[in-house]
């Protein structure tokens, strides 16, 4: 699983001599390494510069198309959704409620750089669209 995610050769470091990058790669390793239905991702690009972002996408891609999980993916950034999702909910308010609920017909690995930016600028105005906060 380390090789598949880029690692290999790592296989006898310990977390603190690892990268961030690195140290994603291996949660990534970790959760695919059972074999799982569904995968809850919660922010999983936060800290890492977009070059970073985008080799991490490859390897979620990869892992994905060969396990087929059920995919759940939390981000505050549209440009995660716009290149992951196949669909995005967008939650807004408090308590939260749905502002936008978003299906994209041409499958996430085969959307255009240009069909990619529609999508998170569709997004980002929903976003944008937000109720004020209650007092």
């Known amino acids: 699983m380390l090789r598949r995610v ?5 296989e006898h470091y310990f977390p603190h001599e ?13 959760a695919f390494s059972v074999n799982p239905r569904l ?12 070059t970073l972002v985008q080799e991490m996408e490859q390897v ?8 087929r999980p059920t995919v759940l993916l939390v981000t505050h950034l549209p440009e995660d959704a716009a290149m992951l999702a196949d669909r995005a909910i967008v939650l807004s308010g408090r308590p939260a409620r749905i502002a936008a609920d978003y299906r994209f017909e041409t499958p996430r690995g085969e959307r255009s750089r240009t069909e990619r930016e529609a999508i998170a600028n569709r997004i980002a105005a929903s976003v944008g669209a937000r109720e004020p906060a209650q007092p």
Do not use: N, Y
């Open 6 to 10: 880029g690692l290999a050769g790592f």
């Open 39 to 50: 995968l809850l991702l919660d922010e999983p690009f936060v800290s890492l510069d977009r």
């Open 60 to 67: 979620l891609f990869a892992l994905i198309a060969a396990s």
């Open 18 to 30: 690892l990268s961030g990058g690195m140290q994603r790669r291996v949660a990534l390793a970790c």
